[in-house]
């Protein structure tokens, strides 16, 4: 581990996909690796994966919001 953070293999990062959108017409589930953060960004549906111990957490629900949601109207 450097830096406090860990590097994923890289045959991995080539096959790994974004589970959400990559069976959408147009997608191909393609994610960007943040390693800094360690996470996995899909821009396509603008998901956040963490990494934990080395390993992709690929879950649809467990993936955080990659923009915050807007404002709630309060008129």
């Given at each position: 581990?450097?830096?406090?953070?860990?590097t994923?293999?890289?045959d991995?990062?080539e096959?790994?996909?974004?589970?959400?959108c990559?069976?959408d017409?147009?997608?191909?589930?393609e994610?960007?690796?943040?390693q800094a953060?360690?996470?996995l960004?899909?821009?396509?549906?603008?998901?956040?994966?963490?990494?934990?111990d080395?390993?992709?957490?690929?879950?649809?629900?467990?993936?955080?919001?990659?923009?915050?949601?807007?404002p709630?109207?309060?008129s």
């Amino acid at each position: 581990m450097e830096g406090g953070f860990m590097t994923l293999n890289k045959d991995l990062l080539e096959i790994i996909a974004c589970p959400k959108c990559v069976r959408d017409p147009g997608c191909t589930g393609e994610l960007e690796y943040r390693q800094a953060e360690n996470r996995l960004v899909c821009h396509h549906c603008k998901l956040i994966y963490r990494i934990e111990d080395d390993i992709p957490i690929m879950l649809i629900e467990e993936a955080i919001p990659l923009e915050p949601p807007p404002p709630a109207d309060k008129s």
